[in-house]
């Protein structure tokens, strides 16, 4: 988990891909963070990200530094605990503008199973199960 964190944080940015009606959905992402030992991420379930999720759970998050890649699939959960919300406050104090932990549009979602994926440009491979 730490390597994944680590990575995300390092590219600073990542690109996470859902489906809606069997066309793919890509939108740039930069919040991750771990709770309980599961990836977290959050969003506004206003968002057409939340309902995309909501229909297929299933997701892909890809990172990139140039010369090295993170690949993470899977199918996400859906986390309500008041403390998961708190955590991301504390992971990305920016989030603050946009949520609070009592508010009614503040989700968080983690990957429940998934693969992870790092490869470089030299051909290396290497997969870790979460």
């Known amino acids: 988990m730490k390597e994944i964190l680590d990575f995300l944080a390092e590219c600073r940015q990542f690109f ?5 009606k069997s066309q793919p959905r890509v939108r740039p992402m930069g919040v991750a963070f771990e709770y309980k030992g599961k990836l977290c991420f959050c969003t506004s379930n206003k968002k057409k990200l939340f309902a995309q999720m909501k229909a297929n759970p299933k997701i ?3 990172a990139s530094n140039g010369n090295k890649w993170l690949r993470v699939a899977g199918t996400v959960a859906f986390n309500t605990e008041r403390e998961a919300k708190e955590k991301a406050l504390e992971a990305a104090p920016m989030l603050k503008n946009l949520y609070k932990v009592d508010d009614d ?7 429940e199973s998934a693969t992870a994926v790092f490869n470089d ?6 997969e870790l199960k979460l």
């Open 16 to 20: 996470l891909a859902t489906e809606e």
């Open 60 to 62: 892909e998050i890809c």
């Open 105 to 111: 549009i503040f989700e968080i979602f983690h990957f």
């Open 121 to 126: 440009m030299a051909g290396n491979t290497k």
